[in-house]
């Protein structure tokens, strides 16, 4: 009987990894990094539950490092099978993932050097080569696709509308010639976002494992392209510079095409935007050549590519980036860390937030103890690079960008699915989260919906006779 087994994103939002086991065979959809609090973090450095060498692929949803962040380490610690995903999360993923390696070296060099660690000398999860070797077992799938794996498993990507290249991935286990479908969501987009496409709906299937991260949430109704429009005008009107922290992958096109958008219907004249961030230019070039998987290309949009508009200008060098700062306004900085935690932004709100003029406008989920969330606050005060920076500016927050469904949508999404599933099982959610939407599909769909636990296994009891199997050569 084929088994499934939740070891990460149960219970909890980070650390997505699920593997199946069928006929001697084993398969994993998604290997994330577990972040946030100390207690989950330490999970990456756990020997995993399973012998990396025997896994034969591993299925990856998205590029988000809570899906991929773990796929190096597996590499390392002697994963050899393929590596599926689709074509722009391949591309995405490099720049990702050698960003992550990066960071951890420069942490650990910290540190180190601090003498703050039990483990001497302390090391990065992965570094560079580790990426570099996970790259190359990764094959490309597009959407709508089936894909052999073995005589065991095959699968189907469906478009996840939640960032480029994302996807749902609907996985088939053949055994003692019967067949058992298991639908994995990644991470559901909304309907109606910006730049991303509206996700395909979920399919019959004999079961499911539903992401809940807003599960008992319903985002507010607000038209992001109105908020936008206020705050560029009144930052416009002092003279002021409009300071946006952005992740570099995802929101940062999505700011670049909404203000874009307000320029081309004449509800804002033109205004110079910097794109203070190597890796959002690069992730930029990635939405650019893929116009056919975002509702606009980025890379012709109004008969011009966005990326080199007159009022577009990237900043990849430090000594670029420091040109900034006396910049006077109108005018746009992008910069990340989206969370103010790090990163080129620091730097940036060092210089402008202690003048009134300017504004700092916040476009995404700010984490408990993170700098983004001290401003949203209010505090009239900041500490940066070791110095007390006044905060006179305007602290502005853009609603309604969130990259995952609400409860809501969750249900809108569900509504494909027509003969009840054997299970639902509700992951990628805060536990009052994962609870709420499992009680909603049982009362709104009366599908049985559980919360499995980090670390539970279940058996999966066999679906329909299968056909004659496929030729896997
Ligand atoms: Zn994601």
């Not at 794996?149 to 996807?167: E, I, K, P």
């Not at 650019?288 to 508009?309: D, F, M, Q, T, W």
Request: glycine share 10%; hydrophobic share 40%.
């Amino acid at each position: 009987m084929p088994r499934l087994a939740f070891l990460g994103a149960a219970q909890t939002v980070t650390g997505s990894q699920y593997l199946i086991e069928a006929g001697g065979r084993s398969l994993l959809v998604d290997s994330g990094m577990f972040q946030g609090e100390k207690q989950l973090r330490l999970r990456n450095w756990a020997e995993p539950e399973f012998s990396p060498a025997k896994v034969d692929a591993i299925v990856l949803t998205h590029t988000h490092l809570d899906h991929i962040g773990r796929v190096p380490r597996l590499v390392k610690q002697g994963f050899r099978g393929p590596v599926y995903c689709t074509p722009p999360t391949k591309d995405l993923a490099e720049i990702l993932l050698l960003d992550a390696a990066h960071l951890q070296k420069e942490d650990a060099g910290y540190l180190n050097r601090k003498g703050l660690t039990k483990h001497s000398p302390a090391l990065p999860l992965f570094d560079e080569e580790d990426v570099r070797e996970a790259m190359e077992l990764i094959r490309t799938v597009p959407l709508g696709r089936p894909q052999e794996v073995n005589h065991t498993f095959s699968f189907t990507y469906r478009d996840a509308g939640h960032l480029l290249g994302a996807a749902s991935a609907h996985v088939t286990v053949r055994e003692e010639g019967r067949e058992t479908r298991v639908l994995f969501s990644g991470d559901v987009g909304r309907f109606d976002a910006v730049l991303t496409k509206d996700p395909d709906l979920a399919p019959d299937t004999d079961y499911l494992v539903v992401e809940s991260t807003y599960g008992n949430r319903t985002h507010p109704e607000l038209s992001v392209l109105d908020q936008l429009e206020g705050v560029l005008r009144k930052t416009f009107a002092r003279g002021g510079v409009l300071l946006i922290p952005a992740f570099a992958v995802g929101r940062s096109q999505q700011m670049v095409y909404l203000m874009d958008q307000l320029v081309t219907e004449g509800r804002v004249r033109a205004f110079p935007i910097h794109i203070d961030s190597p890796m959002a230019i690069d992730a930029t070039r990635i939405y650019a050549s893929y116009p056919e998987s975002s509702k606009a290309g980025l890379g012709n949009i109004g008969g011009r590519s966005l990326l080199h508009g007159r009022w577009i200008h990237l900043h990849r060098t430090r000594a670029e980036s420091e040109v900034l700062n006396k910049m006077k306004g109108p005018a746009v900085i992008i910069s990340s860390s989206g969370m103010l935690s790090g990163g080129r932004i620091l730097h940036h709100c060092r210089v402008r937030l202690p003048h009134p003029e300017n504004t700092l406008l916040i476009t995404g989920y700010q984490a408990a103890g993170t700098l983004g969330r001290a401003l949203l606050d209010g505090v009239t005060s900041v500490r940066i690079h070791k110095g007390d920076v006044p905060v006179l500016a305007e602290i502005r927050d853009l609603k309604g960008l969130s990259g995952h469904a609400d409860g809501g949508e969750m249900m809108r999404w569900l509504s494909g699915v027509g003969s009840a599933p054997r299970a639902v099982f509700v992951t990628h959610g805060e536990v009052e989260a994962a609870e709420a939407l499992a009680a909603r599909i049982s009362r709104e769909r009366g599908f049985p919906a559980r919360v499995p636990a980090l670390g539970e296994a279940f058996d999966l009891s066999p679906g329909e006779a299968a056909g004659p199997g496929p030729e896997v050569l």
